[in-house]
């Protein structure tokens, strides 16, 4: 079965962008100069080869995520052309409850729909098809709710070398504790940090028949 798969830049106690949703301390943020060191940049683009699905909000494609990786597509001679390449071909699922048709995506883009199901229904239909696994991209209140559904298989979170006290956090919808298992951490020389955690799937106990 496929795995939903979150990236997101976190700072060191856990937001996604500071109080009015800006990201400007995070060290790389879609910048022209692509600032990670060449290990991190490798593990990002190895991460975006593992999927053909992405699942976006509204808010990621009104900010301009559509336009800006379709123009890096286009352009060979970019540092960032390879994954923009796999961005650029893999199906694009947006959820939004104001977006209602295809046409309403602002900068056009190829093998992009808005999603017509309930989120649910439409997350299980996705992960039963053939394919790769599938990334989330989207504001903190998108990936929230996505982790409050339990619909994250991975987390591959980037902590960045900043403390902001205040800001937009992600895991903040959680009606209780949820445990997650430690797969990777690494630290690079850009001075971000990778953690990754996989979701920990409750087993249930059945008895045998005597």
């Known amino acids: 079965m496929r795995k939903i798969k979150l990236e997101v830049q976190l700072s060191i106690d856990g937001f ?6 800006k990201t400007d301390w995070i060290v790389w943020n879609w910048g022209p100069e ?11 683009t190895e991460l975006i080869k593992s999927a053909d699905c992405l699942f976006l909000s509204r808010q990621v494609v009104e900010d301009g995520f559509i336009t800006h990786w379709r123009k890096i597509a286009e352009d060979p001679a970019h540092s960032q052309y390879e994954f923009a390449q ?13 977006l209602t048709t295809d046409n309403e995506i602002p900068g056009g ?15 299980h239909h996705l992960k039963q098809q053939e394919g790769k696994d599938i990334l989330v991209f989207g504001g903190a209140s998108f990936v929230s709710s996505l982790i409050q ?13 900043v403390v902001l006290g ?18 990777n951490t690494r630290t690079y020389s850009c001075g971000v940090t990778l953690m990754k955690y996989d979701q920990v799937r409750e087993q249930v106990a059945l008895s045998k028949a005597s």
């Open 86 to 98: 796999f961005i650029n071909n893999a199906h694009k699922v947006v959820f939004s409850k104001t």
């Open 149 to 161: 559904g339990g619909y994250i298989d991975e987390y591959h979170l980037l902590i960045n070398p």
């Open 34 to 44: 692509w600032t990670w060191d060449n290990e991190l940049k490798q593990y990002h």
């Open 109 to 123: 883009w190829e093998n992009v729909e808005v999603s017509k199901w309930d989120i649910r229904q439409h997350i």
């Open 166 to 183: 205040k800001g937009l956090p992600i895991f903040n919808r959680l009606p209780s504790r949820k445990s997650l298992m430690l797969a």
């Open 16 to 21: 996604m962008a500071d109080q009015q949703g």
